[in-house]
T-cell receptor, first 115, second 111 residues
Framework: EAGVAQSPRYKIIEKRQSVAFWCNPI?????LYWYQQILGQGPKLLIQ????????DSQLPKDRFSAERLKGVDSTLKIQPAKLEDSAVYLC?????????????FGPGTRLTVL | DQQVKQNSPSLSVQEGRISILNCDYT??????FLWYKKYPAEGPTFLIS?????DKNEDGRFTVFLNKSAKHLSLHIVPSQPGDSAVYFC??????????FGKGTSLLVTP
């Protein structure tokens, strides 16, 4: 079974530029998550989708971050404009559904450096 | 506000000995707890989990213990192997919602 795919793996941009990340979850997984992991911290949820609907985006900085999951499969996360503090690893995860006791499967992440 | 805390940033253990990684949480609504293992440049990988209705779950060399009254869980690895060297994240959730992660503990198993 193929895992969660993410691209690009690395991205370096200057502050105030825009960037987009892509995620392809495990086939058939209804729930998709985007996490931000700052160096030395655990992953922090940015947004959770159930199929193509948003379940939780309470921690997403909506003035600069946006995410979509068209057709309930792939997802993109965009930052516009980027700030220095956005430097982090952005992890995508998926799980079969929102029922109880589902572990989440993580992709390799995209490491973003904002200069 | 950190709801899941791993107070030991690092741990060093000799090969063959027991590794004990600890985790504390503050939210009594959490009903599912997981441990993830992370190697450099990879995403976290699920290791073992426990629901709040249990106090112990075993999977091979890995055992997770849950003490709900103390809001504490621990991961035991017996015996420890050099390949276990990684960062271990404790995570907790209210089922169906996002995981709340600790900051991680870096385990080094020396030969």
């Amino acid at each position: 079974e193929a895992g969660v795919a993410q691209s690009p793996r690395y991205k370096i941009i200057e502050k105030r530029q825009s960037v987009a990340f892509w995620c392809n979850p495990i086939s058939g997984h209804a729930t998709l998550y985007w996490y931000q992991q700052i160096l030395g911290q655990g992953p922090k949820l940015l947004i959770q989708f159930q199929n193509n609907g948003v379940v939780d985006d309470s921690q997403l900085p909506k003035d600069r971050f946006s995410a979509e999951r068209l057709k309930g499969v792939d997802s993109t996360l965009k930052i516009q404009p980027a700030k220095l503090e956005d430097s982090a690893v952005y992890l995508c995860a998926s799980s079969p559904d929102r029922s109880r006791y589902n572990e989440q499967f993580f992709g390799p992440g995209t490491r973003l450096t904002v200069l | 506000d950190q709801q899941v805390k791993q107070n030991s940033p690092s741990l060093s253990v000799q090969e063959g000995r027991i590794s004990i990684l600890n985790c504390d949480y503050t939210n009594s609504m959490f009903d599912y707890f997981l441990w993830y293992k992370k190697y450099p440049a990879e995403g976290p990988t699920f290791l073992i989990s426990i629901s709040s209705i249990k106090d112990k779950n075993e999977d091979g060399r890995f055992t997770v213990f849950l003490n709900k009254s103390a809001k504490h869980l621990s991961l035991h690895i017996v015996p420890s192997q050099p390949g276990d060297s990684a960062v271990y994240f404790c995570a907790a959730e209210i089922s169906g919602y996002a995981l709340n992660f600790g900051k991680g503990t870096s385990l080094l198993v020396t030969p």
